[in-house]
């Protein structure tokens, strides 16, 4: 699948690419030029657990072969990350601040349908 062609909605030809092997274990934070902050699994560069920070920058790893890109990472699988927010971690699940949350979170979310507009907006700033 070429998610590119298929966002696109082009001929797999105009955006074809392959993904390089030996992808690390697990996923992490990297970045694809200034802007693109990415999740994923590359072949190249550290992975940060957090997107903040001097994330690695595999723009510069991505080589052509045979007229076609070959990126160090799986655009598909990126894509499938933001998609699905794969991305997100429970990190400290035990701790009483995280469960606070969850309790104030699930509180909100039962009284959210009774709840006045103005009240409502005025809790999201929060």
């Not at 052509?64 to 998609?83: C, T």
């Amino acid at each position: 699948m070429n998610v590119l062609a298929d966002h696109f909605r082009c001929p797999q030809t105009y955006v074809e690419y392959k993904a390089a092997g030996g992808l690390s274990a697990g996923g992490g934070f990297f970045r694809f030029g200034e802007k693109a902050v990415c999740y994923g699994r590359t072949s190249s560069g550290p992975l940060r657990v957090k997107a903040k920070g001097d994330l690695y920058d595999v723009l510069s790893d991505v080589t052509v072969e045979s007229g076609n890109a070959v990126l160090p990472f799986d655009p598909a699988e990126v894509v499938d990350n933001l998609r699905y927010e794969r991305y997100v971690r429970r990190e400290d699940t035990g701790s009483p601040e995280s469960m606070a949350w969850s309790l104030a979170g699930k509180a909100y979310y039962a009284v959210r349908p009774l709840l006045p507009v103005a009240l409502r907006k005025h809790l999201q700033r929060i």
